[in-house]
């Protein structure tokens, strides 16, 4: 029986990591699968897989830059040749650890990332339109900066919106990233999702992004990809927002002529008491002729009014209500009475993706690696999201003890 190995890192902080010797050799031969080594196999002394399975490990211990990771080797080798084949007593270098991260091609690193959990995701294997709205995945898109590729001559103050953008899919049904790509300007997002949403397949699923990538050529890629979308609208697109805004406003007024869905719910957090008010109208009857034919993959409208009242002082300040816009290929269901809410629950879910980055950033120090190669840049973000991607599972999935994993 397979017990679980113990792998830790102590340099400045405490950190480990659990895992199955299986589930290691797994992730070896999962690597070897799926990166080529480029090197010249009679000046090498581990092959590539070996090298970054312990860099996976070595970050899910919390190590995140070439010199923590060739500490961790050091420390832990006994164990980790216990737990990956072919591994010996050498240790290498910061720099060849360094040089390996940026040797792999990033659609190979890319495809890595996408299929280790893909079998875990269980909608894509459905027939179409067999899966009820509530148990859809949800996949959420979104660009993150990492703010230690700004650089010029006055320092990373004068260049507020440079550096790099990585672009991920990111499942909030399972809590994993399933692929990324690295852009260099944020008008180029769009772009980005668009390849990433022909590189995976998405059936049965729902998107979701912010409104600077909702644009018909994106929804229309979805919709093909045999997907729905739900997608943030602001008033950077122009006529379709104000249409939009108007409809809400004819519903308001008892003059909307179609069905309206909605529902409320509260909810109490940070020191205040939020409520949110979801209406649901048909595209059908809320858009012109004219902007259906523009966006004719938009079915319903969606507007969500939070009203915060601060249990400090017990009243609520207009200010304080945000009235946001969606819009989605999902078709109103007035037969279902749990629609509204199944919807709301997939607006809330794309905030995951958000807190995501905030773990990657904080906890897996991306944003402080004075990253400059671009392919170690690349390789470097989809290694922390496999480490991030296991350590995830395995939270989810471990027993519990005194109500803690």
Same mark, same amino acid.
């Given at each position: 029986m397979n017990q679980y190995k113990n792998i830790s890192m102590s340099d400045n902080k405490d950190t480990s990591i659990n895992l199955k010797s299986n589930e290691a050799c797994f992730l070896q031969r999962l690597v070897e699968l799926n990166l080529k080594d480029e090197r010249n196999t009679s000046l090498i002394v581990y092959p590539l897989y070996t090298i970054v399975t312990v860099i996976i490990l070595a970050r899910m211990a919390g190590c995140n830059n070439s010199r923590t990771q060739r500490l961790f080797w050091q420390k832990n080798k006994k164990q980790l040749q216990s737990l990956i084949y072919g591994l010996g007593d050498e240790v290498p270098s910061e720099q060849t650890i360094r040089r390996v991260v940026a040797l792999v091609k990033e659609d190979e690193t890319v495809k890595f990332l996408s299929e280790y959990f893909v079998s875990y995701r269980e909608n894509i294997?459905?027939?179409?339109?067999?899966?009820?709205? +509530?148990?859809?995945?949800?996949?959420?898109?979104?660009?993150?900066?990492?703010?230690?590729?700004?650089?010029?001559?006055?320092?990373?103050?004068?260049? /507020?919106?440079?550096?790099?953008?990585?672009?991920?899919?990111?499942?909030?049904?399972?809590?994993?990233?399933?692929?990324?790509?690295?852009?260099?300007?944020?008008?180029?997002? +769009?772009?980005?999702? *668009?390849? *990433?949403? /022909?590189?995976?397949?998405? +059936?049965?699923?729902?998107? !979701?992004?912010?409104?600077?990538?909702?644009?018909?050529? !994106?929804? /229309?890629?979805?919709?093909?990809?045999?997907?729905?979308?739900?997608?943030?609208?602001?008033?950077n697109q122009g006529y379709?927002?104000?249409?939009?805004?108007? #409809?809400?406003?004819? +519903?308001?007024?008892?003059?909307?002529?179609? =069905?309206v869905l909605s529902s409320k719910r509260v909810s109490s957090d940070h020191g205040r008491i939020e409520e949110k008010e979801i209406t649901i109208l048909d595209?059908?009857?809320?858009? #012109?002729?004219? *902007?259906?034919?523009?966006?004719?993959?938009?079915?319903?409208?969606?507007?969500?009014? !939070?009203?915060?009242?601060?249990?400090?002082?017990?009243?609520?300040?207009?200010?304080?209500?945000?009235?946001?816009?969606?819009?989605?290929?999902?078709?109103?269901?007035?037969?279902?009475?749990?629609?509204?809410? !199944?919807?709301?629950?997939?607006?809330?879910?794309?905030?995951?993706? =958000?807190s995501r980055h905030w773990v990657i950033d904080v906890a897996f120090d991306q944003d402080r690696l004075p990253l400059r190669n671009q392919d170690y840049i690349r390789n470097s973000t989809v290694y922390t999201k496999m480490a991030c991607n296991v350590l995830s599972y395995i939270r989810d999935n471990v027993p519990l003890y005194q109500s803690k994993p």
């Open positions: 294997l459905k027939p179409l339109g067999s899966v009820p709205l +509530a148990q859809r995945e949800v996949i959420a898109a979104d660009g993150q900066n990492i703010r230690a590729t700004r650089s010029s001559k006055d320092g990373n103050d004068s260049r /507020k919106n440079g550096g790099y953008d990585v672009v991920s899919l990111f499942s909030s049904t399972y809590g994993v990233t399933l692929c990324q790509r690295t852009v260099d300007k944020k008008n180029n997002e +769009a772009l980005a999702i *668009m390849e *990433m949403i /022909k590189d995976l397949n998405l +059936a049965n699923s729902i998107l !979701t992004w912010d409104a600077i990538n909702t644009r018909a050529a !994106t929804l /229309k890629a979805v919709t093909e990809a045999d997907a729905d979308f739900l997608v943030c609208l602001k008033s379709l927002y104000e249409e939009v805004c108007d #409809s809400f406003t004819f +519903a308001d007024a008892d003059r909307y002529l179609g =069905e595209a059908e009857h809320g858009l #012109s002729k004219e *902007m259906q034919r523009k966006w004719p993959y938009i079915k319903s409208l969606i507007r969500v009014n !939070t009203t915060r009242t601060y249990k400090c002082s017990g009243v609520s300040n207009t200010d304080d209500v945000e009235s946001r816009y969606f819009v989605s290929s999902i078709i109103t269901d007035g037969l279902d009475k749990s629609f509204a809410d !199944t919807i709301q629950d997939i607006i809330l879910a794309r905030c995951q993706i =958000e």
